[in-house]
């Protein structure tokens, strides 16, 4: 059964840290890209990030470019979210999703069931 | 970044109705669009890829269609399991967008 469990979400003040994680089981975690998908309280969903199977090549949207870092650990099956200088604007639920296709990123089949995190003072 | 516009919003619709919502892309993004369909309180779930392409065990009422800057998703036959909302997704450039959101409800 291919799974996708996320974790590392919570409160945290305004230009403060934090790291998600997204456990990863069932599949060749290897062999495809991960993303992190966000959606706001009553919100649209906003692509986060995308890393490639290998981790070599990583992609951003504006928004949070600059502050934060995709990566991942293969030999765990583990995919990472650091973000640094958060903001209010950040307070959504994150998900973790994997691409459908091997080496064509885009279309995502597998999401996990999120993770919470609110920045406020 | 490529906009993403899908219409309507809300569409109030009754099971046994066919349904279509449309997608519209601010630039051409060839066949490069998915179709996912979020319940309240659950993660989404993707219906279709490629634009016309179904998902393994999504039902066959469900169908996708399209290419460079419009495109729909048709439901033919609507079941009380659909009404949720539904979102499309560019995957053109390597800056995904996902349209606003269209929310299928009971008239």
């Known amino acids: 059964q291919v799974h996708l469990v996320e974790s590392g979400g919570g409160v945290v003040q305004p230009g403060t840290s934090l790291t998600l994680s997204c456990a990863a089981s069932?599949?060749?975690?290897?062999?495809?890209?991960m993303n992190w998908v966000r959606q706001a309280p009553g919100k649209g969903l906003e692509w986060v990030a995308l890393?490639?199977?290998?981790?070599?090549?990583?992609y951003y949207a504006d928004s949070v470019k600059g502050r934060f870092t995709i990566s991942r650990d293969n030999t765990k099956n583990i995919l990472y979210l650091q973000m640094n200088n958060l903001r209010a604007e950040d307070t959504a639920v994150y998900y973790c999703?994997?691409?459908?296709?091997?080496?064509?990123?885009?279309?995502?089949?597998?999401w996990g069931q999120g993770t919470t995190v609110t920045v406020s003072s | 970044d490529i906009q993403m516009t899908q219409s309507p919003s809300t569409l109030s619709a009754s099971v046994g109705d066919r349904v279509t919502i449309t997608c519209r892309a601010s630039?051409?993004?060839?066949?490069?669009l998915a179709w996912y369909q979020q319940r309240p309180g659950k993660a989404p779930k993707l219906l279709m890829y490629?634009?016309?392409s179904l998902e393994s065990g999504v039902p066959s009422r469900f169908s996708g269609s399209g290419f460079g800057t419009e495109f729909t998703l048709t439901i033919s036959s609507l079941q009380t399991d659909d009404f949720a909302t539904y979102y499309c997704?560019?995957?053109?450039?390597?800056?995904?967008?996902f349209g606003q959101g269209t929310k299928v409800e009971i008239k």
């Open positions: 999703a994997k691409d459908r296709f091997l080496e064509l990123p885009g279309a995502m089949d597998v």
């Open positions: 069932g599949f060749t975690f290897s062999t495809y890209g």
């Open positions: 890393i490639s199977y290998a981790g070599s090549n990583k």
């Open positions: 630039q051409s993004i060839g066949g490069w």
């Open positions: 490629k634009a016309s």
């Open positions: 997704q560019q995957y053109n450039s390597y800056s995904w967008t």
